[in-house]
Nanobody
């Protein structure tokens, strides 16, 4: 199983980024998926999850209204659209199967002026 995140980078406060997670080696369409993040010096924080079909999404209060999770099962890809980014969103972002059995290597998001 491979989960490969991409799309991170340096962005100014108020800016946007879209993260992608390309999945292989599993039947992607049967897994609920999540995004989690780890800020410097802190533990893992759950950000958002989406069910296997994509019809149900949930968000942490800290990102609700700013982030949107989605998936394309035909492309085996998970997305996280991040708008109105804040310095507090700086972290390494990981995609995981919900429950954490599989996790990618992460992509760095830095929000700074």
């Amino acid at each position: 199983v491979q989960l490969v995140e991409s799309g991170g980078g340096l962005v100014q406060p108020g800016g946007s980024l879209r993260l992608s997670c390309a999945a292989s080696g599993l039947v992607f369409s049967t897994y609920g998926m999540s995004w989690v993040r780890q800020a410097p010096g802190k533990g893992l924080e759950w950000v958002s999850r989406i069910n296997s079909g994509g019809g149900t999404t949930t968000y942490a209060d800290s990102v609700k209204g700013r982030f949107t999770i989605s998936r394309d099962n035909a492309k085996n890809t998970l997305y996280l659209q991040m708008n109105s980014l804040e310095p507090e969103d700086t972290a390494v972002y990981y995609c995981t199967t919900t429950g954490g059995t599989f996790r990618g290597q992460g992509t760095q998001v830095t929000v700074s002026s």
